[in-house]
C-alpha cells in the first residue's frame, strides 16, 4: 500500500454516552454517605501544614490525633472552585490534551518495581528501562501523556527525579509526571519543565505543564508526602491526579457500595484541600476501586467488580463536574489472554463510564508490580482500536456505495471494484501485532503467539526511534540545572 | 469457603443503555438505502418456491435470471408482523430464554470444521468432538442455547443430523440448533425434538423449540438451502436468525456504510419471506460485518470497524423492531492474547450495541475455522464476568457500611472487620481460568499461561459431566426414529 492511513489518535473525544450501573439516586446517596463519612467519620491527615490550611478554611482539627472532620459546605465549596475542564500542555501545540467533558488521554503504565521482556526477563527497574519506555510512549500517538513508568532503582532516590524528569523532557514532548515526594523534589521538577518549556514562573502557574497522582491510604488518611503534593502541586497551578487505592475486602468495605462510598469520601478531602490551597487548581477525580481475591488477599483486576466500578465512578465524578481518571489493569503473570481479556474489561468499564484519563493504559502487568514491554505493544493495538471506534461513520452518497453495489453482480466480489480500488489502500485500521495470517503461514512462521510479535514491535520502534526536536540551549539549561542541583546534594524524597 | 455465590447466568438482561455510532437520521439513511437496493437492484434466489411465495406477496420475479425486487411497502408489512420479543423452550423451564428487549442470549461457537485443544491438537471434527462441545454447553449456565458446534466429518452427511441431535437434546437440556440443509433434515431435526420435548405437532407449532441461522450469499444471493430453511423453519413457527455475511471489502463494499446497507438489504430480504410463509415467525436481525485485511483478502475480527458495524446494527435492528444477533470473534491462530483482546473488542461491541443473541460466544478461534477447548473455557471466563457485571449494585445501608468504616480506623484494614466476615464467601465473582496468584507462586506453579489453565477446566468439567435427567422413554423413542430413518437412508443434505 503506498498511501498511509490518516490517524485520529491525538485529542480524542469519546462519543459514547455513559455508561451507568447506578440510578441517579443511587449516585446521590453515595455522594451524601460520603460527605457524612467525611463530616461524622473525618480522615487523618498526618501533614501539620495541611491540617493548618484545612482549619483556616473550617475544617474541624484535632491536632492530637490529626483527625480532620469537614462539613459537606467546605466540600461543595471546592467543588464549585474545581475546573470541569481544561488543557495541559507539551513541549508542542499537537501535545496539547483536554482533561474533562468527552475527552480522553491515555497514559502508559506508572509505578511498577520491576521491567520485563521476552528477551532479557524480568528484572529490576533501571534509568534504562526507564530511558526505553519515554522512547515507547514519545513513539505512539494514541499515548498521550506520560506516567511515573517504571522505577529506576539503579539511581539514588535523591537524584532519581532528575534522571526521570530530563528523560521525559528531552526524549519526549509530551506533558510529564512526577511524584510527590516532597516539596524539594517538586521544585526541582517544576523548574525542570520550565526551562525545557522556556517558561518564567508566571506562564507555567497560569497553566498546567505537569501532573501527579496523590494515592490516599486507604482507609481515611492522607500520608505527609501525598498531603504535600496536593499543597504544592495546587499552588503552582499543576494537576493532581485524587486517587483512592480502594480494594473491596482489604483497605475498603467488602461491599460495592461501602468501597465506593469510601473511594468518594477519600477522593473529596483530597480535593478539598486543593481547592482550600488554591482556588480553581486542576484536579482529577481517580477511581481506582477493585476487589482482592478473598483467599490470598491479592488485588483483583478486570473483574466484574471493577467493571461496575469504574462505571459507578464515572458517574460519581460527571456528579460532582469533575473530569474521571480510571486504568487499564488486570491481575496476570505474563502477556497471555488472561492480561488481555482483564485489560479489556478494565479498559471498556472505564471507557464506557466515561473515563477522560485512562492510566496505565499500555505495559502494565502482574497487578502492577511489572511493566511489560511485549504488554505495551499488545495495549497500544487496543487502544488505537478504541482510537478509530471513536471516530464517526461516514454516510455520505459515495460512502453508501449502491453504484458499487450495481456494479458487482450477485454472488461477486468487491475486490476489483471500482469503489474499492478507490479506498482499499487507507479503508481500514492497520494492526500493529495481530496476526491475521491463515493457519499455514501462521505454521510456517514458527506458530508465534501475539507476545512474540510484540517482542519484534518494541525492538523496532526502539531501533528506530528519534527524539523530538528541542531546543539545544534549553537542554543545556536543564542539564545546567541538574548539574548544580546534584553538586548541592539533590533533594532525598520526604518519606511519611 | 463453605458458602456458594448466588449467580444469576440464566435468563440475563442486560441492564446499559445500547451504544449509538450513528445518528438517527443515519440510521434511517441507510435503511432506506437498503430499501432502495431491494427495489431498485433486488437479489437473486435460487429457490424457485422462494419466488414464487414472495411473487404471490408482490414481489417482482424474473425467472430467468432469478432476480426478485420486492417494494418498501411489502418489507414495512413483513416488519409489521415480525415479533419484536419472544421465548424459546429447552427441555426444562429454567431452560426458557427470550430474543428480543433487553435480553441476552449466549450460544457457543458453531461451524468450524477443526477442533483444538492442548493435548491433541488441531484436528477434524468429529462426532466425539461434538459431544464434548454439548458437554461443555451444557455444564455452564452462562451458554443458554446450543450452536451448530464443530462439523462431525466423521459421519456421513444423510445422517450427521441424527448424530448431533441426538447429542443435543440427550446430553442436554438446552435449546437445539439445526442446519437448514434440506427439507427432509429440516423435518427430521423437528420430529426428533418433537420426540425428546414431548410434544404434539401443535404444541410445536405453537411455539419456538428450535432455531437455525441463515447465511445469505453475500453480495445479494440466497441459495436454495438458505431459502429452504428460512421457509421451512417459519412454517413451522421455529427461529431464523437471518445473518448476511458481509465482510466489507470482499462480499460487501469496502467502507463501513455501504457494507451496513448490503446488510441491512439482505437480512430484509430473509426477514420478508419468513414473515410471508408465516406471519409473525419468530425471527432474528443478524449483523457479521466486519473487514478483510487488504493485503491477503483474509477476514479480520474485532477491528475496529467490527466494534463499529456490531455497534451500528444493533440501532439499524432496533430500528425495525427485531432482536439483534452479533458474535463473539476474533481471528488469531492460537487461545493468546490477540484471541483475547480481539474477542472481548467484539463481545463488548455486540453487548455495548444491545446484542439479544451473541454467536460464537466461546470457543471461537482462527476466523471461525477451529472450536479450541482452550478458549472455551477463556470465553466462559469473559461471559460470566459480562453477566455478574449485568447484575445491579445494592446500596442498601448495611452495602453502604459505615459500621465497617467506624470499626476500621484510618490505616487500618477489613479483612477482619464483622461486615467483612459476614460476605467474604460469596461478596466476589469466583473465577474459572484466571491465575490471580503471586509472582513467586506462578513460577513455582511453572509459569502457567491461560491456555494451560483452560485445559484442566475443560478436563475437569468432562470427567465430572453428567447428564441432565431425560424420560426414558423419549429417549428410546428418538432412538427408535434415528433407527428407523437410517434403515430409510438418511437425508442427504440439500446443496447449492
Known sequence: ???????????????????????AEQVELIHRSALGVLEDLGMRVLLPEARRLLAEA???????????????????SALDTAPAVYDGYGGVPERTVTFGGEHVVFAPVGGPPYVSDRERGRRTGTIE?????????????????????????DVDPAFRHYRTGRAQLVLS???????????????????MVRLVRGLTEEEFAANPYVYTVVNTNSPRQLDVPMAQAIIDFARAGQIVMVTPFTL?????????????????AEALMGITLGQVVRSGAPVVYGG?????????????????????????????????????RSSNVNASNAPDAQSAYESMMSSWGALMGGANVLMH?????????????????IDVETLQTFAEAFQPVDTSEAELAIDAMQEVGPGGHYFGAA?????????????????????????????????EHATRVWKQVLDGFEPPPIDAARVEALDDFIARRTEEGGAPPLTT
Chains 1, 2 share one sequence.
Open 1 to 23: 500500500m503506498t498511501e498511509t492511513r490518516p490517524t485520529h489518535y491525538q485529542q480524542l473525544v469519546n462519543p459514547f454516552v455513559p455508561a451507568e450501573v447506578l440510578a
Open 173 to 191: 514532548d509530551k506533558m510529564p509526571f512526577f511524584f510527590g515526594r516532597g516539596p524539594a523534589q517538586i521544585a526541582d521538577a517544576f523548574e
Open 419 to 451: 469503489h474499492t480500488m478507490e479506498r482499499y489502500a487507507t479503508a481500514f485500521y492497520d494492526p500493529v501485532v495481530s496476526d491475521w495470517s491463515n493457519h499455514g503461514q501462521w505454521i510456517e512462521a514458527g506458530s508465534p503467539i501475539t507476545a
Open 129 to 153: 528501562a526507564f530511558e526505553d519506555l519515554m522512547r515507547l510512549a514519545q513513539s505512539f500517538d494514541v499515548l498521550h501523556i506520560h506516567s511515573p513508568s517504571v522505577e529506576p532503582q
Open 248 to 264: 473491596a475486602g482489604a483497605m475498603a468495605p467488602v461491599s460495592l457500595a461501602g468501597a465506593l462510598v469510601q473511594q468518594h
Open 361 to 377: 493504559a499500555a505495559g502494565w502487568l502482574e497487578g502492577g508490580l511489572v511493566a511489560s514491554l511485549e504488554k505495551y505493544i
Open 58 to 76: 473550617g475544617a474541624v482539627v484535632d491536632d492530637d490525633s490529626m483527625m480532620v472532620t469537614v462539613d459537606r459546605g467546605l466540600v461543595q
Open 288 to 324: 481506582f476501586t477493585s476487589n482482592v481475591d478473598m483467599r490470598s488477599g491479592a488485588p483483583a483486576f478486570g473483574t466484574p467488580e471493577y467493571v461496575k466500578a469504574a462505571i459507578a465512578s464515572g458517574q460519581l465524578a460527571r456528579h460532582i463536574g469533575l473530569p474521571f
